[in-house]
T-cell receptor, first 112, second 114 residues
Framework: DAGVIQSPRHEVTEMGQEVTLRCKPISGHDYLFWYRQTMMRGLELLIY????????DSGMPEDRFSAKMPNASFSTLKIQPSEPRDSAVYFC??????????FGQGTRLTVV | AQSVTQLGSHVSVSEGALVLLRCNYS??????LFWYVQYPNQGLQLLLK??????LVKGINDFEAEFKKSETSFHLTKPSAHMSDAAEYFCAVSEGAGTYKYIFGTGTRLKVLA
């Protein structure tokens, strides 16, 4: 299995621009998670889906953040407009049954 | 509410020495507990998990952890450190037994000295 695939691996954008992060979960997994990792706040769960339905988005910081999962093999996390404080590593993870989450390699976002 | 405390943001050990990384949790329900490892520029990889079965849990690369309810601890150990163990280690508790909503600790960076 190829594992959880995230793209792009690195993204540099200017403040105010829209940013879209993409994730392909492991085939057959019915849970998908978006995490953000920063030095100050550590790993934070932003949102998670079960069977493509958002279950808990209480970690989404503001309305500028949105996430979608149009099908079982694809999810996006969008930030519009982006701000420098959004700079972080964003991880997607997926899981099924055993409550073990499998993480992608992350997208390092820099907003200048 | 659940929470996790990892004591020591940085730990250094000599190659071949015992590795001990500390994790204490609080949980109002029987917890599921996890240790993940993160190598530089990589995602997190599961080392081991406790899900209310045996209290001594063995994971990959000779790591193990013991669930001690009386101490609310889930410390990670490895008998003999290897250079390749240098990484950041995260303890996590699920927000309810058997859910994916993890609360992660702040991480412990392990340095292995030659």
């Amino acid at each position: 299995d190829a594992g959880v695939i995230q793209s792009p691996r690195h993204e540099v954008t200017e403040m105010g621009q829209e940013v879209t992060l993409r994730c392909k979960p492991i085939s057959g997994h019915d849970y998908l998670f978006w995490y953000r990792q920063t030095m100050m706040r550590g790993l934070e769960l932003l949102i998670y889906f079960n069977n493509n339905v958002p279950i808990d988005d209480s970690g989404m910081p503001e309305d500028r953040f949105s996430a979608k999962m149009p099908n079982a093999s694809f999810s996006t996390l969008k930030i519009q407009p982006s701000e420098p404080r959004d700079s972080a590593v964003y991880f997607c993870a997926s899981g099924r049954g055993s409550f073990e989450a499998f993480f992608g390699q992350g997208t390092r976002l820099t907003v200048v | 509410a659940q929470s996790v405390t990892q004591l020591g943001s940085h730990v250094s050990v000599s190659e071949g020495a015992l590795v001990l990384l500390r994790c204490n949790y609080s949980s109002s329900v029987p917890p599921y507990l996890f240790w993940y490892v993160q190598y530089p520029n990589q995602g997190l990889q599961l080392l081991l998990k406790y899900t209310s079965a045996a209290t001594l849990v063995k994971g990959i690369n000779d790591f193990e952890a013991e669930f001690k309810k009386s101490e609310t601890s889930f410390h990670l150990t490895k008998p003999s450190a290897h250079m390749s163990d240098a990484a950041e280690y995260f303890c996590a508790v699920s927000e309810g037994a058997g859910t994916y909503k993890y609360i992660f600790g702040t991480g412990t960076r392990l340095k292995v000295l030659a």
